[in-house]
T-cell receptor
Framework: SQQGEEDPQALSIQEGENATMNCSYKTSINNLQWYRQNSGRGLVHLILIRSNEREKHSGRLRVTLDTSKKSSSLLITASRAADTASYFCATDAWDTGRRALTFGSGTRLQVQP | DSGVTQTPKHLITATGQRVTLRCSPRSGDLSVYWYQQSLDQGLQFLIQYYNGEERAKGNILERFSAQQFPDLHSELNLSSLELGDSALYFC????????????FGQGTRLTVV
């Protein structure tokens, strides 16, 4: 089963606006990661936040993690047309006795120029 | 370029056939993951290997099998193929598995006709 679920499924914004995507998960995690995928291409790692961290920044990206609510958010500030892609959260967690990296269904972000 | 190489890039085959997908991880990475991405199922975790041994198993069908060889490359074998197996198959690698970012190959697009 999917560990992480992103919300919204799709998001359309204008260039220059901020984009916020959320991820909820079910079990305790070791860390949570965000990835980006351009259409039909491989996923690219954006940022990793550990379970004992609450916020992390990387350039125009800001990730928060609330382990009490089992949720994370990815904020992209001052969006650009080139940010158009699908964004996935991935949880590194123990599942049925094994540690695995599992992905949500993704948020499709469209940035209009 | 992520450093992860997947071959072939495209594969068209008939129902009932068997195919082998190959993955060469980044130099130094010990862990290999396989994922299936289809339009209606999102990114599904199939299986993970670490230094030649199976580490975690996800939603992998019994018709599918994988292995990681001593040189750390991995193969995913898909047999008795069905139309529903048509998807993008991604391989990813990481240094240790889970606690670090995963690097994705460009995927193999499998079409079963």
């Amino acid at each position: 089963s999917q560990q992480g679920e992103e919300d919204p499924q799709a998001l359309s914004i204008q260039e220059g606006e901020n984009a916020t995507m959320n991820c909820s998960y079910k079990t305790s995690i070791n860390n949570l990661q965000w990835y980006r995928q351009n259409s039909g291409r491989g996923l690219v790692h954006l940022i990793l936040i550990r379970s004992n961290e609450r916020e992390k920044h990387s350039g125009r990206l800001r990730v928060t993690l609330d382990t009490s609510k089992k949720s994370s958010s990815l904020l992209i500030t001052a969006s650009r047309a080139a940010d158009t892609a699908s964004y996935f959260c991935a949880t590194d967690a123990w599942d049925t006795g094994r540690r695995a990296l599992t992905f949500g269904s993704g948020t499709r972000l469209q940035v209009q120029p | 370029d992520s450093g992860v190489t997947q071959t072939p890039k495209h594969l068209i085959t008939a129902t009932g056939q068997r195919v082998t997908l190959r993955c060469s991880p980044r130099s130094g990475d010990l862990s290999v993951y396989w994922y299936q991405q289809s339009l209606d199922q999102g990114l599904q975790f199939l299986i993970q290997y670490y230094n030649g041994e199976e580490r975690a198993k996800g939603n992998i069908l019994e018709r599918f099998s994988a292995q990681q060889f001593p040189d750390l490359h991995s193969e995913l074998n898909l047999s008795s193929l069905e139309l529903g197996d048509s998807a993008l198959y991604f391989c990813a690698s990481s240094v240790t598995g889970g606690n670090t970012e995963a690097f994705f190959g460009q995927g193999t697009r499998l079409t079963v006709v």
